[in-house]
């Protein structure tokens, strides 16, 4: 019964460790797609239309709040490529908390990140949809439906991008407290 107990706890640690790392790859890889498809759909978002004679564009550059969402996303999707690359080689090297520690730093800098580009993406979105009567903005979407549906899904996968960062920071400083003194 002890040798059942001793193999079982020297083997609970590698299982917990596989499935850190696993949960580390996917959800970097998972954050580096929806990095480069939401900076895709914004960068490549723009619409225009002919009314009476007039022909009026809608395009990403034209808003900083969406040009700040399209280089926040080109940013982290490169960071996080970075930080997968990283976390490969701290795997061979064994688990050293003070290197989660530094994926930790990395995953909350550029959650932090992304959390400002979907906040200034949504503000402006939202008002692009629905306008704002008391200070006279009118809401464009109802004239640039494709550009703001692109717009859209790229805000949408940016959330996603959100949760998967929150995920990684989450568990890169579950992995760090274990940091030695």
């Known amino acids: 019964m002890a040798n059942n107990e001793a193999k079982f706890s020297v083997n609970q640690p590698l299982k917990t460790q596989k499935l850190f790392i696993g949960v580390q790859i996917f959800f970097r890889i998972l954050a580096i797609a929806a990095s480069v498809a939401s900076s895709w759909l914004m960068i490549t978002s723009k619409q225009v239309i002919d009314i009476g004679g007039i022909v ?97 899904t790229s805000v949408t996968i940016s959330y996603l991008n959100l949760i998967c960062l929150s995920i990684l920071t989450i568990t890169s400083a579950s992995k760090s407290r274990k940091m030695e003194a």
């Open 56 to 152: 009026l564009d809608a395009r990403y550059s034209y808003s900083p709040e969406f040009k700040f969402l399209a280089f926040t996303n080109i940013v982290v999707g490169c960071f996080s490529l970075l930080s997968l690359l990283f976390l490969v080689l701290v795997v061979r090297q064994g688990s050293n908390p003070n290197h989660y520690f530094f994926l930790f730093l990395h995953d909350l800098a550029m959650m932090s990140l992304v959390v400002g580009g979907c906040a200034a993406a949504t503000t402006v979105g939202f008002l692009g949809k629905h306008g704002n009567s008391h200070t006279g903005w009118m809401q464009i979407c109802d004239n640039f439906g494709k550009f703001c549906n692109r717009a859209q």
